[in-house]
């Protein structure tokens, strides 16, 4: 099957046609390139829902719920599940599409992805995945993190929209309060609000919150409590994403304009370094490069200008 004829039938929502051009992204083959820039055009109008949190606070249950409320106000809903790397396969360790019960919904789509090593709690294919299912013309793209701690910042440069999920009794309400985490939330949900230290841990966010100032026509993040498990709580959740999204248009827009911004650097630096080794070095060049460093002959600092050097002169 051509490219072209592939992207056809993303963008006709054909499920097969899907899940290959996913692989294809998610697998970074030659055709991923030509893929993404025949679905690029189609993009844009659906919203992007991003969910990280500490591992146990209850993300695939929340987006199990989440999905059935957006559903039930007839949206097309797509879930990527971010989930750890396999160390055998390659592939995702934990499988949320397991834990997720929509097979016979035609309206949601579920894809499990591996971070295959990289930083940030997203796989480094996720933003393309995000493309062919913004295509295939879904109204809403959640994406869920793979739950590693206080990193997992980068969602908020592949989301329209973020919610932090907290739990109470595990720290969590300690580990939201830290930098990181705190300036990414759009919306907290502090999850399995049954537990003993809920009300604690919701005061402990909105306290801290409340020392920021805040114009009065920001946007103020709500900090809301659910039990996924029942489904009590998820639809103030849903009601308050798509205030945000309502509310903060231009924020989002300016949003994509800097994933965008990050994602041209990102993609450039990987084309240029793909070069260099094709190109510049050749077979074994950087390794020698590498010994030279580990022998102290040079430090790395010269070893960079000396690569750069070698892309600037085309040599």
């Not at 970074?28 to 500490?54: D, F, K, M, W």
Request: proline share 3%; hydrophobic share 50%.
């Amino acid at each position: 099957m051509t490219i072209e004829a592939l992207a056809a039938r993303v963008r006709d929502g054909e499920p097969r046609a899907l899940a290959r051009a996913l692989s294809v992204v998610e697998d970074e083959t030659p055709q991923a390139s030509a893929l993404v820039g025949a679905l690029y055009p189609h993009t844009g109008r659906g919203a992007i829902v991003g969910l990280t949190g500490a591992p146990g606070a209850g993300k695939s249950t929340l987006v199990d719920c989440l999905a059935l409320g957006w559903r039930a106000r007839q949206r097309r809903v797509a879930i990527l599940a971010v989930d750890p790397t396999s160390p055998f396969t390659g592939g995702a360790l934990l499988g949320d599409r397991v834990r997720m019960q929509h097979a016979s919904d035609g309206g949601v789509f579920i894809r499990s992805m591996a971070t295959r090593g990289h930083l940030g709690g997203l796989a480094r294919s996720t933003a393309d995945a995000v493309i062919v299912l913004e295509a295939a013309g879904y109204d809403l793209v959640i994406v869920e993190t793979v739950g590693v701690g206080q990193d997992e910042v980068e969602i908020v440069r592949t989301a329209d929209v973020s919610l932090v999920v907290v739990v109470p009794g595990m720290g969590d309400d300690v580990q939201a309060l830290k930098a990181g985490l705190m300036e990414i939330a759009d919306i907290y949900v502090v999850n399995k609000a049954d537990r003993d230290g809920a009300d604690r841990a919701a005061a402990a966010i909105d306290g801290l919150l409340s020392l920021q100032p805040v114009a009065a026509e920001a946007w103020r993040p709500p900090v809301l409590r659910t039990e996924a498990t029942s489904g009590a709580g998820v639809e103030a959740v849903i009601d308050a994403t798509e205030a945000f999204l309502a509310r903060t248009v231009h924020l989002v827009e300016a949003r994509r304009r800097q994933r965008a911004a990050a994602r041209v650097r990102d993609l450039v630096v990987r084309q240029v370094w793909g070069h260099l080794e094709r190109e510049a070095l050749g077979p074994g060049g950087f390794d020698a490069l590498i010994d030279r460093v580990a022998a102290r002959e040079i430090d790395a600092h010269a070893a960079a200008r000396a690569l750069t050097a070698r892309l600037v002169e085309g040599r």
